[in-house]
């Protein structure tokens, strides 16, 4: 079955770094787009970043551009977002997707995609 499991979430201060991994098996990594989204409390699932089958080209959300970098790396299964500057506002429960479809890059549209379970970051002082 298919599988992504994040890793590397936690509490850090405002400023500071910190990077997510998401461990993936049970589907062709190497052809799925993936990305991460995330969710605050009582609020919808939004974008964060996603990264296509190749690599080759990357999307952000506003609000994250320029101190998000999501990359992959298909030898390991993995992908990985490293988040610099933190701020409090990027405190949510961030999730690793995977497309549904081969060659393609994971969405919020219903079914599109396959979901990690979630891991916590908290960005407080």
């Known amino acids: 079955q298919v599988q992504l499991v994040e890793s590397g979430g936690g509490l850090v201060q405002p400023g500071g770094s910190l990077r997510l991994s998401c461990a993936a098996s049970g589907f062709a990594f190497s052809t799925s787009g993936m990305g991460w989204f995330r969710q605050h409390p009582g609020k919808e699932r939004e974008f964060v970043a996603t990264?296509?089958?190749?690599?080759?080209?990357?999307f952000y959300a506003d609000a994250v551009k320029g101190r998000f970098t999501i990359s992959r790396d298909n030898a390991k299964n993995t992908v990985y977002l490293q988040m610099n500057n933190l701020r409090p506002e990027d405190t949510a429960v961030y999730y690793c997707a995977a497309s549904v479809r081969p060659y393609y890059t994971p969405s919020i549209k219903q079914g599109d995609a396959y979901w990690g379970q979630g891991i916590q970051v908290t960005v407080s002082s």
């Open positions: 990264i296509t089958w190749t690599g080759a080209n990357s």
